[in-house]
């Protein structure tokens, strides 16, 4: 497995063996690209899903079916312009603006969603585990987002918040199907 560089992504874009819809722009090397070197930026949507408070309720985390439950536990909230605030050690459950799609194909690619390092040295973590995005997936990424700072976090709809690594596989992969294929909501 291999690395893209901002270059190949833009090749994988343009051939479509990658898709992000909306197109993340201006390409590499203008001014306020999204583009690092090996990653494209992701932005935060305007909708969040916050844990109700006082639930009664413990995951059984070897049952199937997990996406359903969320529907029980968290509360659909909007990011407005003035922005929404992360205190200290909360968490909550965000997506990206953008919509992925990775092929399944003989020369298919896989991805991995990971937290900004600039974020990360105010507390915020995005996406600290599992995250690796499998061939053949569609939808928006869901962002699990936690504060572990001690100082309030203001998140606002459009902020580039996470990064996108694309990698090839090496291989013909066989197909399995995810509870959270083709999400369109944080919480699946």
């Known amino acids: 497995m291999a690395v893209l560089s901002n270059r190949a992504i833009v090749e994988a874009l343009d051939s479509g063996r990658l898709v992000i819809d909306p197109r993340p722009m201006p390409p590499p090397g203008e001014a306020g ?6 990653s494209v930026d992701l932005r935060l949507s305007s ?10 309720l413990t995951f059984d985390l070897r ?3 997990l996406a359903r439950t969320f529907e029980a536990v968290y509360s659909p909230e909007t ?7 992360l205190l200290p050690n909360k968490f909550i ?11 399944l194909s003989d020369n298919c690619l896989a991805a991995r969603i990971e937290g900004r390092s600039s974020f990360a040295r105010t507390g915020l973590l995005v996406h600290f585990t599992a995250p690796t995005i499998h061939p053949n997936f569609k939808g928006t990424i ?10 309030p976090l203001t998140l ?11 990698e090839t596989v090496d291989g013909s992969p ?14 699946g």
């Open 93 to 103: 459950l965000g997506r990206t603006i953008e919509r992925v799609e990775l092929s």
């Open 47 to 56: 909708e969040i899903f916050v844990p109700k408070a006082n639930l009664n």
């Open 33 to 38: 690209t999204p583009y690092d070197t090996v």
């Open 156 to 166: 606002r709809p459009g902020l580039r918040v996470c990064q996108l690594i694309i």
């Open 63 to 65: 049952g199937a079916g």
């Open 142 to 151: 869901t962002l699990e987002m936690i504060n572990l700072g001690q100082i």
């Open 79 to 85: 990011i407005g312009e003035q922005g929404w605030t």
């Open 174 to 187: 066989i197909q399995a199907d995810s509870q959270f294929q083709g999400q369109q909501r944080p919480i």
